[in-house]
């Protein structure tokens, strides 16, 4: 069993390299984030492993834009987990605004989903601090 748990995590390791080898690859980028899915047996994806995963991709295509929102919503649909403002910098929340005006649907709205809830969390955030 710690054969096999230690050859998982060589898998994801190397995945991992080759995401951060070039952070712009949306194939590399997937294949990470799915790995995660199943990191010795558990799904271990969070909000942090999102970005982590797709900022680069998200700053550079209308399609990492799509995946990082895409990514985002599985993840709140599997765990509870919603996208936390603190994560996005400028950076990140412009290209999302960005390219939000020429997504199609159901794109455009995973998209305005994420950037809403950044807003409604940091309002309450603020409110309450």
């Known amino acids: 069993m710690t054969r096999s748990k230690d050859i998982g995590n060589q898998a994801v390791e ?3 390299q080759a995401l951060d080898s070039d952070p712009t690859n949306l194939d590399a980028a997937n294949r990470y984030w799915y790995s995660l899915s199943s990191f010795n047996g558990n799904d271990v994806r ?8 797709y900022r680069g991709v998200a700053l550079a295509s209308q399609e990492g834009v799509i995946a990082l ?7 709140f649909e599997s765990s509870g987990e919603a ?3 603190e994560l996005f910098d400028d ?20 998209v305005q989903w994420v950037l809403r809830s950044i807003r409604r969390r940091s309002f309450i955030g603020d409110d309450h601090a």
Do not use: M, N, W
Not at 46 to 53: N, Q
Not at 69 to 75: D, F, I, P, S, T
Not at 91 to 110: C, M
């Open 46 to 53: 969070s909000g942090h492993y999102a970005i982590k995963t």
């Open 69 to 75: 929102a895409r990514a985002y919503r599985e993840l």
């Open 91 to 110: 950076e990140l929340l412009q290209a999302l605004q960005t390219h939000l005006a020429d997504l199609a649907e159901p794109d455009h709205a995973t």
């Open 83 to 85: 996208p936390r403002a």
């Open 14 to 16: 190397i995945l991992r």
